[in-house]
């Protein structure tokens, strides 16, 4: 089993910046791909990024290049999601993901809200 907890959510001014966290724990692995998607109320969720756990290769929304960053800390068996530039649009619950071997795995999420 893999667990994958989020943190690092709140509520923050239009223009400024969090850091979300996802500790990943049980079966991890390097062929992970790993990433953020996120839902606003009364949305699907989307893709936000991702990045290859052995690689570090990166991919990013459209609507999130340059302002969002992935990254990941593989003694910790950590991803981050550095959000700056925040905007009212970023306000959703944020998950985390793990995909590995055709499985897909998910946080419970953690909720980013932006006031203008």
């Known amino acids: 089993q893999v667990q994958l907890v989020e943190s690092g959510g709140g509520s923050v001014q239009a223009g400024g910046s969090l850091r979300l966290s996802c500790a990943a724990s049980g079966r991890t692995s390097s062929r992970w791909y790993m990433g953020w998607f996120r839902q606003a109320p009364g949305k699907e969720r989307e893709f936000v990024a991702s990045?290859?756990?052995?690689?570090?290769?990166?991919a990013y929304a459209d609507s999130v290049k340059g302002r969002l960053t992935i990254s990941k800390d593989n003694a910790k068996d950590t991803v981050y999601l550095r959000m700056d530039s925040l905007k009212p649009e970023d306000t959703a619950v944020y998950y985390c993901n793990g995909l590995l071997n055709g499985i897909d795995y998910w946080g419970k999420g953690t909720l980013v809200n932006v006031s203008s």
């Open positions: 990045i290859t756990w052995a690689g570090g290769s990166t």
